[in-house]
């Protein structure tokens, strides 16, 4: 009996600590943009960028490059495994069907017309941290 209960108990452990939600890419990354602000867009290419797409409660992201303009965003790259650069074909839009903005260093949530979602994360606009 006492073992089933100590095969129990680790199993209940072990089921606890897959299912709390570890730091993903995108959670990581909006700590630091809370917590140290960012630089305003300037209008131009952003080399660096992530692209965190959100899925099944988590989030994967992906390096890319963005095209902003008056701090909308214009055309959106993935980068590939080559380090090429891929235009995202697939029409994206905001929730209001409208060019995505970006507050804070990163961009409202992004839809495209394949069902996709995603945030852009404008790493280069990150505030140094205070000394």
């Known amino acids: 009996m006492k073992r089933i209960l100590i095969i129990a108990f ?60 008056n701090n909308k965003i214009v055309s959106v790259y993935l980068q590939y495994a080559d380090d090429t650069f891929g235009l995202l074909e697939p029409k994206f839009y905001n929730s209001e069907k409208k060019q995505p903005t970006i507050k804070n260093g990163i961009s409202e949530m992004i839809y495209t017309s394949e069902g996709e979602k995603f945030k852009i994360v404008f790493i280069e606009l990150l505030k140094p941290k205070a000394d």
């Not at 809370?34 to 409660?57: I, K, T, Y």
């Open 10 to 69: 680790v199993k209940l452990i072990t089921y606890s600590a897959n299912a709390q939600d570890p730091l993903d890419c995108f959670t990581r990354l909006q700590k630091a943009f809370d917590n140290r602000g960012a630089n305003p867009a300037p209008d131009g290419m952003h080399q660096h960028v992530f692209l965190s797409f959100f899925e099944d409660g988590t989030s994967r992201c992906i390096s890319g490059k963005v095209q902003v303009e």
